[in-house]
């Protein structure tokens, strides 16, 4: 592999053991896919943050912290299993804040900044470019970046972002080079997706075959950047999909030629309104009484925390209902500090940060219902009961009302 001078200084360990160990990783880590070069990366997004999966990781990280390890570039880091300032109140108990917290002091300590989020790009000081290369974690923010904001970033696990984020540089090879972030498979979208929830079922269905292959949406009206986080997220729990386009939505596919850079679609796919239908009779028609609403997968932006405020301004959750509303720390902050917070408050809400339901739950003791939620993800991960999916206003109103009533 190519090194710059300064590359070169790094793995001979000029700038300390921490930086000088980074570059051997990467330098074996980039030989392995033929990578012939680094390059500089703008950000990272590092896991090593959720104890359930990471613990084992806690001594390797102490390591780091021991060697002097410090990220050279701007760093953020993905969610936890508890949300840290309102775990008492949520019913967490001090084992798991106190696990929780062994990870997350050790990531400090290295320069990394405590957002806790699966949406580092709704992080206020997160500014990317189209083009930029960065080293992320977190499956929906991975293919999100690539395909809403044309960013450039494989799919990084704990040990390799935060490497990366030691030594500024990540190896080039696969989404970091254009000819990788072509289509692979044609999608033609035969039916109309009515709303947030629909770009999510259309995700979760066609990425049971997809394997690892580019998908490309023919025939979206029109995205919102919601539409677009939900299909990222839905995308993430059944494939290995690093990106997608939809044609005249996202930068990369402005047309169907350039989606596919001038090559043909390996495979065609139809989705149909029969296709619908069917997801909808499994995930969204029925009539019955609601435990749990949690609207936030992936966190929410301000947008969309102003449209719940909007909606609960003045009402009640149901008696028996527990709405959790998740976000990411810096929005949250805003959130209280223009009173969206104070409204969800008293309401009978929770709006939590630094993690989500599903991950949330190993601390909540596996609690079971009947669940309703704004993304596939969250129903596909779910164990312990029935979930539905709808939009914002549907997951309010099933709060509100206590029941969950769709007829389509």
Not at 212 to 233: C, I, N, Q, Y
Not at 254 to 269: M, R, S
């Amino acid at each position: 592999m190519y090194l710059t001078k300064e590359e070169e200084k790094m793995l001979d360990g000029e700038y300390g053991p921490a930086v000088q160990y980074a570059m051997k990783m990467l330098v074996k880590y980039g030989e392995i896919f033929d990578a012939e070069k680094m390059v500089e990366i703008k950000h990272a997004h590092i896991s090593c943050t959720t104890w359930t999966i990471e613990y084992l990781l806690a001594d390797w990280l102490e390591d780091l912290v021991k060697m002097g390890a410090k990220v050279r570039v701007p760093s953020s880091s993905m969610i936890t299993n508890i949300d840290i300032d309102q775990w008492q109140e949520l019913g967490i108990s001090k084992e798991w804040y106190d696990n929780q917290m062994k990870l997350l002091e050790k990531l400090k300590a290295m320069g990394i900044k405590m957002e806790l989020t699966c949406t580092p790009y709704f992080i206020p000081w997160v500014n990317l470019n189209f083009g930029d290369h960065v080293a992320w974690c977190e499956s929906s923010a991975i293919i999100y970046g690539n395909s809403a904001i044309g960013i450039r970033t494989n799919r990084e696990c704990c040990q390799s972002a935060l490497l990366a984020a030691i030594a500024g540089r990540t190896p080039e090879f696969g989404f970091h080079l254009k000819e990788n972030r072509k289509g692979k498979v044609l999608v033609n979208v035969k039916t109309k997706l009515k709303g947030s929830y629909d770009f999510s079922i259309m995700g979760y269905e066609i990425a049971q075959y997809l394997g690892l292959r580019t998908p490309v949406f023919k025939g979206v009206e029109r995205a919102s950047v919601l539409d677009l986080t939900v299909l990222s997220a839905a995308l993430s729990t059944r494939s290995g999909v690093t990106m997608f386009h939809i044609i005249g939505a996202t930068p990369e596919a402005k047309t169907e030629e350039e989606a596919f850079q001038g090559d043909k679609p390996e495979d065609k796919i139809d989705f149909t309104d029969e296709d619908l239908r069917k997801a909808h009779k499994q995930f969204r028609v029925g009539n019955e009484k609601v435990d749990y609403v949690y609207i936030g997968c992936p966190h929410l932006n301000m947008d969309n925390l102003k449209k719940i405020a909007n909606l609960l301004k003045g009402k009640k959750v149901a008696n028996g209902v527990k709405l959790i509303i998740g976000t990411l720390k810096a929005l949250k902050k805003i959130a209280a500090e223009e009173g969206i917070e104070q409204i969800i408050k008293d309401a009978g809400g929770y709006l939590i940060s630094d993690t989500c339901y599903v991950a949330m739950r190993h601390a909540l003791g596996y609690p079971s219902g009947t669940f309703v939620f704004n993304c596939m993800k969250q129903v596909y991960y779910l164990r312990e009961g029935k979930a539905y999916i709808g939009n914002i206003k549907e997951c309010i109103d099933a709060a509100i009302t206590g029941r969950w009533s769709v007829r389509e």
